[in-house]
């Protein structure tokens, strides 16, 4: 199996951790939590590197390299893994706002760059990863991402568009069914969680098949029906999703002003 290092053990490297556990032979670290890395170490295969010796002996023979730590911490993971990485192995970035050149100004010249924005279904191989590169990279980034789920490669500045959609994308889906939950709660339905969640996945695996959300919904809502009553309340959650993904774009724009996403 191909080594990989994944630096930066929290959310979204645990999910990566995951989702890459059987395809791929992992080392991983954190800056100073190793409590954490222990905790992910005692129930998934990897290798937990607790010292600095152990990172750089991981660095030093990895194929690729993710960091997955937060935006503000990304130069000096930068700073410490750039003398110990072959000239081949690959860079790969999930920090949301640090951009590709950034990126480039604290890795060697000529080094494979990517930068990637995953999201946290990546844990159950049914992630989305939008991602893009400097130039040329190995076939094995593809295959990485493709392991995670379904993955697209996208120009750079494209990058905030993804991130407010698939990137944040999960958490607009559990907003809506955590309302629905409880709504059905609220009028004393017995397994509202199942319900709902059984629901959600139905509709998402038709719209998985091919069919389009417009027509699906069309095809249910009977003129004067109980769902065409629901859905008249619903009318304005075009404009308001609409609205979040520009806020989610605004403020990934200022993240990536605060912490330089561009040296
Ligand atoms: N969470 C999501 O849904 C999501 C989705 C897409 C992308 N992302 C991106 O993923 C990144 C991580 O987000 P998160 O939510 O997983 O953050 P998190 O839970 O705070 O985890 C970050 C981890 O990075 C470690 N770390 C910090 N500095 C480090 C360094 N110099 N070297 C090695 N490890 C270091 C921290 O360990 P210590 O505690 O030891 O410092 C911590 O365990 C962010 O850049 C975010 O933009 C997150």
Known sequence: MIPITIVGVGAMGEALIHGLKHHYTISAYNAGDNARLRAVASKTPITPCMDDASRIHALGVC??????????????????????????????????????????????????????????????????????????????????????????????????????????????????????????????????????????AGAAQRVLEGAQPKHLRTAVTSPNGTTAAALAVLAPLGGLIDRAVDAAIARGQEMEAEIGGTP
């Open 63 to 200: 194929a690729a390299v993710i960091v997955a730590c937060k935006p503000h911490h990304v130069p000096e993971a930068l700073r410490f893994l750039a003398p110990h990485i072959r000239p081949h192995t690959v860079v790969i970035s999930v920090a949301a706002g640090v951009s590709i050149a950034s990126i480039a100004s604290y890795v060697p010249d000529g080094q494979p760059i990517v930068r990637a924005m995953p999201n946290t279904s990546c844990a159950l191989r049914k992630g989305v990863t939008a991602w893009c590169a400097r130039a040329h990279v190995p076939p094995m980034v593809r295959t990485l991402f493709d392991t995670l789920g379904f993955a697209i490669e996208v120009q750079e500045t494209h990058m905030h568009a993804v991130t407010a959609i698939s990137g944040s994308g999960p958490a607009y889906v559990y907003a809506m069914m955590e309302a629905l939950i409880a709504a059905a709660e609220r009028l004393g339905i017995p397994d509202a969680h199942a319900l709902v969640a059984h629901t959600a």
